[in-house]
């Protein structure tokens, strides 16, 4: 989406679901390629660390035109989001570099909250 700016946005409805963000939830959902490890590992969730995870693949998928994890079915693909064996290629600048592989990380409980991203230098330097 633009805005009245014509500055793009990106938007995701989903279900359009109000979950508060504290609690879990245990839905196997989304698109496969986007989906967290908790999800892939059919686990109780929290939605913002799941959302940031969908984010950390978009922005891979910005720099690599590809996604993260590649499988000839969605078993294997969720196999491989499983055991979260990143790989970042070299021509990633070394900013979007860190950030993907916080935001990536297997443990929902360590990647950034979104506040945390909005302070991040290379976020800053974007925004302004």
Known sequence: ????????????????????NTQKVKLFCGTPSYMAPEIVQKQEFCG???????AGV?????FCGCFPYKGANDKELYKKISTADLSLPDHIPAAPKYLLKY??????EERPTSV???ADPWVQAGIQ
């Open 116 to 118: 945390d991203l909005m």
């Open 48 to 54: 913002p660390p799941a959302d940031i995870y969908a």
């Open 1 to 20: 989406m633009l805005d009245t700016n014509r500055n793009v946005k990106l938007i995701d409805f989903g279900f359009s679901t109000q979950i508060p």
């Open 103 to 108: 935001m990536l990380k297997k443990n929902a």
């Open 58 to 62: 978009l922005l891979f998928a910005f």
